[in-house]
Structures are given as structure tokens and as C-alpha cells.
Antibody, heavy 122, light 107 residues
Framework: QVQLVESGGGVVQPGRSLTVSCAAS????????MHWVRQAPGKGLAWVAV????????YYGDSVKGRFTISRDNTMNTLYLQMNSLRAEDTAVYYC???????????????WGQGTLVTVSS | EIVLTQSPATLSLSPGERATLSCGAS???????LAWYQQKPGLAPRLLIF???SRATDIPGRFTGSGSGTDFTLTISRLEPEDFAVYHC?????????FGGGTKVEI
């Protein structure tokens, strides 16, 4: 079955960097666009970034543009989110999420990981 | 950016009752590209409805999505104990993708 497993979260100081990962299994990873979505404690969901199937197209939400970089390794079936210049307001659970096969870059999410918590605090 | 407003913020109901959740958009959602998700505490969201009214795989028939344009509704015909959760709507008709603030369905 489809599995998405995030890792790499933790506590990081403001201004520092952190990279979170999402290991995919149970499907052909290279055929699917992938997203990062985050949820601040007690808050709603917020879209962060998307990467196309082959990694050639990437788009970001305004709040992270210029600071975060989404990437993927289709040989390792892994999605990444490199987060630089972290701020307190970046504190959230970060979910990786898959969009349906054959869809465009922007779509609904048919599978989600369990999330990894990133806490930005001094 | 399309802003989604969910109402009510909290819905207090009993098992067996009908739940009606609303999601309003600040602009017309292209092709009615609206999804609904269920989220239980400490867990990831689960897809319920896509394209405003199409039920996702293995989602029970008591969940129904409807609406078009700027007004959308998720109806749970008879609440089961496992349905008490937070429900989110999401539009994917235009970039950036946006979510509503959520509706908590509580006992």
C-alpha cells in the first residue's frame, strides 16, 4: 500500500536551516507530483510547495518563497524540503502529500504522510 | 489567492444526527475543483471528496459533497462515532492552493 514517511523534524534556532525528508513506497514515485503542506499547532492547513514528477517544475507559497527549496530523488523514492532562514512562524507539522496519477501540478491530495514536527525556537 | 471560509467553526451534534458543513470561496472555483478532508487528532488528513462531489476510495456513502462556484457543502447523513473530527476544504482550481480554516464536529 501507499506509504509516505516523513523524518528530520526537530527543534531549530531562528535563522538556522533544517531539511526534512519523505520516503515513499508502495507506488511508482517518479510518476507522481508531490507537495509539502504544513499545519501550525492548533491551526489549519497551509500549502508550502510542489514539485513535478521529474523535478523540472517547482512552485512555492509566498510565505516560504526564497527561503525553502523542494527537491526529489526519484532513484531513492524520496522527497525533500530544505528550509533556510527559519522563523518562529515556520513552526508546524510538515506533511508530504501526493497528488493523483496523471494530474497536473496543482490538484487534491490523495495520500498524506504522518507528518514531522519542526519547532523554531531559541 | 482564493480565500476559503468554513462555517460553522464548531458543530456540536449527537451520533445519528445529520451534519452540514459549509465552505465559501472568495472567488469562483474553476471547474468546481474543491476537496474535503477529515482529520483526527494527531493524524494526517484523509481525503473524503474531490471535484466537489466525487467520493474518494473507501469513503462511506453517508459522506456527500455538493455545490458549485463559490458555495460548497459537505453533508454527513447520520453521524457515526468515528466521524467526530475536524473537516477541511481545499481548492485546487487556481494557484496558490488554499484551505479553509476547518470545522470541528464534536459530540
Amino acid at each position: 500500500q501507499v506509504q509516505l514517511v516523513e523524518s528530520g523534524g526537530g527543534v531549530v534556532q531562528p535563522g538556522r536551516s533544517l531539511t526534512v525528508s519523505c520516503a515513499a513506497s508502495g507506488f511508482t514515485f517518479s510518476r507522481y507530483g508531490m507537495h509539502w503542506v504544513r499545519q501550525a499547532p492548533g491551526k489549519g492547513l497551509a500549502w508550502v510547495a510542489v514539485i513535478s514528477r521529474d523535478g523540472s517544475n517547482k512552485y512555492y507559497g509566498d510565505s516560504v518563497k526564497g527561503r525553502f527549496t523542494i527537491s526529489r530523488d526519484n532513484t531513492m523514492n524520496t522527497l525533500y524540503l530544505q528550509m533556510n532562514s527559519l522563523r518562529a512562524e515556520d513552526t508546524a507539522v510538515y506533511y508530504c502529500a501526493r497528488i493523483p496519477l496523471g494530474s497536473g501540478t496543482f490538484d487534491y491530495f490523495d495520500n498524506w504522510g504522518q507528518g514531522t514536527l519542526v519547532t523554531v525556537s531559541s | 489567492e482564493i480565500v476559503l471560509t468554513q462555517s460553522p467553526a464548531t458543530l456540536s451534534l449527537s451520533p445519528g444526527e445529520r451534519a452540514t458543513l459549509s465552505c465559501g470561496a472568495s472567488q469562483n472555483i474553476s471547474s468546481n475543483y474543491l476537496a474535503w478532508y477529515q482529520q483526527k487528532p494527531g493524524l494526517a488528513p484523509r481525503l473524503l471528496i474531490f471535484d466537489a462531489s466525487s467520493r474518494a476510495t473507501d469513503i462511506p456513502g453517508r459522506f456527500t459533497g455538493s455545490g458549485s462556484g463559490t458555495d460548497f457543502t459537505l453533508t454527513i447523513s447520520r453521524l457515526e462515532p468515528e466521524d467526530f473530527a475536524v473537516y477541511h476544504c481545499q481548492q485546487y482550481g487556481s494557484s496558490p492552493l488554499t484551505f479553509g480554516g476547518g470545522t470541528k464536529v464534536e459530540i
